[in-house]
Each structure stands twice: as C-alpha cells, then as structure tokens.
C-alpha cells in the first residue's frame, strides 16, 4: 500500500510514542506539523523527521500531501479540530477524549458522514494482544459469564499550570485518564447482554479548581446483571492501570492494559490453578496506527469509530451530572 501521509496537529509530548515510533513501524510519512509556536514545531520536526513546517493548524489542514491528521491538542481542541480536519476532506486520529462532550462529538460524527472520511478515537489499549486476550477469555467460555469489572486508571499529578486541570480546556480526571475505564467497560457489552448502564459516580474536586475533577468512581450495570466498577485519579501516588474481570468461574487481571508495552502481564486464576500470560510488549499505539492505515486504505471497520465515540462520550457527561459536577464545556 502507498503510505499514510500524515499531518500531526501541535508538538504535544505524547506524540513522540502514539504517532511518531509508530509512523516508523508502518512506514508512514509524517508531512507536516504546525503548532502555536513554530520554534517548537521547527524543533519537532527536526528531532523527528518531518518534512515540513507549517505556519498555523489551518494551513495543515490545507496541505495537499496531507490526507489524515493526527489531532494530540489539549482536550478542548479535539472537538474543534477534529471538525474542521474532517471538513478539509481529511480522515482523523483523534486523541480522546474525542470532544469536550457528547453534542460536540456527535457533530463531527454527522459531518465525518457527510465527508465520508474515516475517523477514529485513540483507544489504542483496545488493539493490543493483552486487550485481545482478556476477551478471549470470556469468548471461550474459560471464566465463565461475566459478574463484575473493575477498571482502574491512575497517574500522579501533572503540574498545576498544566490544561488538564483547566475547566475551561475540557480537563479533568475522568476525561484524561477515566475515560479509558469507561470503555473498557463499555466494550464488554457482547459479554454483558449489551452496553452498561450507569448506577451512580462520586467525584472530589481538585482544590483551586472548581468543577475539576481530581477523582471520580462510577458504578455501572450491565443488562445480563453483570456489575462494572471504573475508578479514575489524576494525583496519585503511584501510577496504576488495571483491568480485573471476574466471571461465574474464574477471573482474570491485566496489570497494565493502558499501557502494555510497560507491563503485559496478565493473571488468570479458575479452578484448574493460576497462571501468567505474556502477550507482548509491542506498543498499543503500533497497532492502533495499523488499523487506521487498514481503515483509511481498504475501508476496514474500526471499533473506535466516531458512533463508539459519541457512545463514550455520553457516558462521561453522564457520569459528571452523577456526581454533582458539570459536563466539560466547548470552547
């Protein structure tokens, strides 16, 4: 296949590992990059290859090499971008969350459609072989119907100044790092009798930041009964990522199913014993590119898709208004 060529929007540190060491993997041509201060692009461009500077995020999204745009901007901006990516004819990898709340995204949805360009949410954790196997394990029936999920994503605090503890740029525990416990809640539904429902959240505000989240626990529940648990914290003292599966006959733990390429561990305990499974430390982010490439190449359908998008999204507002919080607003 001719290569992806690839715009990335801004010179955000996670690009780095969920777009550049991925483009080398695939062979995927990195055309430009803009960003607000373009001594900072002109520095990104050089430490990684990319073949062109622009001046301004619009005349990204005007380059005629540039057929899909890699959108890592603060929270607040992934909704705005992403729209206008898609309204320049260009498919997207968005980072999540995928907008600042469900009716943002539910308009780049509808205007992807009436493009007809592919856009995807970075989910990456869902393409890697620790993801895979842990739904292998309920497909075959080896822990049994599912009872109950817990999902845990935490990390320790940024910086004060940093925008995701800016209400206003769409901050918060819950959309930076929650909302991977959500969906992985979320795609459990085959197994659940469909997609969870929300019971109830509770959430502490980040002092000095008033409607930010610094924590937030939501309990969920499943239409076959099965019970979900997603906890988010965004000052912890350690770094955590967890995935716990519980079925009617045994269970199993992904010790880090955000980030695998840290830690693939994942322990399945039945009656027949315990055991440890290592399905690899080849990044999330090389497989998540894959399949763009495969969507945007042949039309191959990704499950990280703007309707699954909009879907999450949903569940996030819903899970703030629970807690007595407000729903990010857009810019």
Same mark, same amino acid.
């Given at each position: 296949m001719e290569p992806l060529r690839l715009g990335v929007l801004g010179a955000a540190r996670i690009s780095a590992l969920a777009i550049v060491a991925p483009a080398r993997q695939t062979g995927t041509r990195l055309v430009a990059v803009a960003a607000r201060d373009r001594r900072r692009a002109e520095a990104f461009a050089a430490e990684h290859g990319v073949e062109h500077v622009v001046e301004t995020y619009t005349d990204l999204l005007a380059h005629p090499e540039v057929e899909a745009v890699y959108n890592p901007l603060a929270n607040a901006l992934h909704g705005p971008w992403n729209l206008a990516a898609v309204e320049a004819g260009k498919h997207v990898l968005s980072e999540k969350p995928f907008a600042s709340n469900a009716e943002e995204a539910a308009e780049v949805r509808d205007a992807a459609r009436r493009a007809g360009v592919t856009v995807m949410e970075g989910f990456h954790y869902l393409y890697h072989p620790v993801t895979r196997r842990l739904h292998e394990l309920l497909a075959s029936g080896e822990l049994g119907e599912l009872v109950r999920i817990e999902t845990t994503t935490a990390i320790e605090a940024p910086a004060e100044d940093d925008p995701r503890w800016s209400l206003a740029l769409a901050g918060g525990a819950l959309m930076d790092v929650g909302c991977y416990s959500l969906h992985a809640q979320r795609v459990l539904a085959p197994w659940g009798g469909g997609e969870p429902t929300l019971v109830s959240a509770r959430a502490g505000e980040r002092a000095g930041a008033e409607g930010v989240d610094e924590w937030l626990d939501a309990e969920l529940v499943f239409p076959s009964g099965a019970t979900g648990l997603a906890r988010c914290h965004m000052a912890a003292d350690?770094?955590?990522?967890?995935? &716990?599966? *519980?079925?009617?006959?045994?269970? #199993?733990? #992904?010790?880090?199913?955000?980030?695998?390429?840290?830690?693939?561990?994942? *322990?399945?305990?039945?009656? #027949?014993? &315990?055991?440890?499974?290592?399905?690899?430390?080849?990044?999330?982010?090389?497989?998540?590119?894959?399949?763009?490439?495969?969507?945007?190449?042949?039309?191959?359908? *990704?499950?990280?898709? #703007?309707?699954?998008? *909009?879907?999450?999204?949903?569940?996030?507002?819903?899970?703030?208004q629970a807690a007595g919080l407000p729903p990010r607003p857009r810019i």
């Open positions: 350690s770094l955590e990522m967890s995935c &716990r599966i *519980v079925g009617s006959r045994g269970e #199993a733990t #992904a010790a880090n199913y955000v980030l695998p390429h840290l830690d693939d561990r994942i *322990v399945i305990e039945t009656e #027949a014993g &315990r055991r440890i499974e290592r399905p690899g430390t080849r990044p999330s982010f090389a497989y998540q590119l894959e399949a763009f490439i495969a969507a945007v190449r042949k039309g191959t359908p *990704v499950p990280t898709d #703007a309707d699954d998008a *909009v879907a999450t999204m949903r569940l996030i507002d819903g899970c703030y």
